[in-house]
């Protein structure tokens, strides 16, 4: 069937219900609960367990509105509604194959623009930063039950939350509305969606060029999924090296 497009006033109505709940988990119910505890671990649980949260209701969004849309969640359907093909060049119809290698530009791309200054924040609010510091490393050696909170979240948010709704949704239903910047608009939302992580902001523009540029130019929101998932695994890496404490050796 021919793509639906969305409105405007639907487009930031998805938005809307993708990032308001993030943003007011971060910043009111996360503040309320966790300060009774007053410490940089207890902040950390509580953001990682609210975000992860926030981020499986993205998944469970995209479900909703390709149901509505489609009438069921088969993966031959899933497939078509959000994107889910390997790229295709636009003008010899090629798919897969080197095109993929494309994806490796995009991935410098993203790390560059992730390795830009950001405005100063809270460190209680920065998992890297709680990663790398002595509550962080000892609350997550041999903690496999929270390694398994944090893989949740970092699942859904490259892979089955952000980018499916973006790049598998969002993306393809926004050209009636936006018309050739509709790309420009989807990554635009997408900084602003970090209301939670505002500083991020700034950089997150950028994401455009990385993730829904190449995503509506090949037509495949597995070019964003993949770009995007480079900086997950990474963090789960770091996170192993953490949790996998050898038998004998303490935290």
């Not at 959000?82 to 994806?103: D, E, N, Q, S, Y």
Request: contains cysteine.
């Amino acid at each position: 069937m021919p793509m639906p497009q969305y409105s405007r006033s639907q487009v930031l109505a998805v938005w809307a219900a993708a990032s308001m709940p993030m943003a007011l988990m971060a910043w009111v119910v996360v503040p309320l609960i966790a300060t009774t505890e007053g410490d940089s671990v207890s902040w950390a649980k509580w953001l990682i367990g609210g975000l992860t949260l926030g981020l499986v209701w993205q998944g469970l969004l995209v479900a909703i509105l390709v149901w509505v849309e489609r009438g069921n969640l088969r993966w031959r359907t899933l497939k078509d509604a959000l994107w889910l093909h390997a790229p295709t060049h636009p003008h010899t119809g090629r798919k897969g194959g080197m095109l993929w290698l494309v994806c490796l530009p995009l991935i410098a791309g993203l790390w560059l623009s992730g390795a830009l200054p950001e405005p100063s924040h809270s460190p209680w609010r920065n998992f890297g930063t709680f990663l790398q510091s002595d509550a962080g490393r000892t609350f997550f050696a041999g903690n496999w039950a929270w390694f398994g909170v944090v893989a949740v979240m970092l699942m859904f948010n490259t892979v089955l939350g952000e980018e499916l709704l973006f790049r598998g949704l969002l993306l393809p239903r926004m050209n009636r509305a936006f018309g050739r910047a509709d790309w420009l608009i989807n990554g635009a939302l997408f900084a602003v969606y970090h209301l939670h992580t505002p500083w991020v902001i700034p950089a997150a523009v950028l994401d455009a060029f990385w993730l829904a540029g190449p995503a509506k130019y090949y037509r495949s929101a597995w070019i964003g999924i993949a770009v995007h998932s480079t900086a997950s695994v990474v963090l789960l890496g770091m996170l192993l090296s953490l949790v996998w404490v050898p038998r004998g050796l303490s935290p």
